[in-house]
């Protein structure tokens, strides 16, 4: 029996434009916005010489965390599911309203009024 078209798509199928070894204009766009917010918080006062080092190493652990967060696949055979697709998953799940079954009722066994 046929069931009708059956439609296949790669499993490296990705609706984003790459642009460079896996990364997106959007991955470049969080890059570049962190660089900025980095290079606004080391310019601003204090300029004592440990302060400004202090903010540097802050601006490159966030950029660090930034880009890990861009790199790192949760499913490694999987290339087109990225760590942000998956937690924004997670995070719909549990705010999402959850279906709950009851047990049914057996028809032959007198309810909590019926049995005194």
Do not use: C
């Amino acid at each position: 029996m046929k069931k009708g078209k059956e439609f296949i798509f790669p499993e490296n199928v990705d609706k984003d434009y790459g642009i460079w070894k896996d990364y997106t204009l959007k991955d470049f766009g969080y890059g570049i916005l962190t660089l900025l917010i980095g290079l606004i918080f080391i310019a601003i006062p204090p300029y004592g010489f440990i302060l400004v080092l202090v903010k540097i190493v802050i601006v490159v652990l966030a950029m660090t965390v930034v880009m890990a967060i861009l790199t790192v696949r949760p499913i490694a055979s999987r290339k087109n599911i990225k760590v942000r697709d998956n937690l924004r998953l997670k995070q719909k799940y549990t705010h999402s309203q959850k279906l709950y079954y009851l047990k049914p009722k057996k028809r032959d066994e007198p309810n909590e009024i019926e049995k005194y």
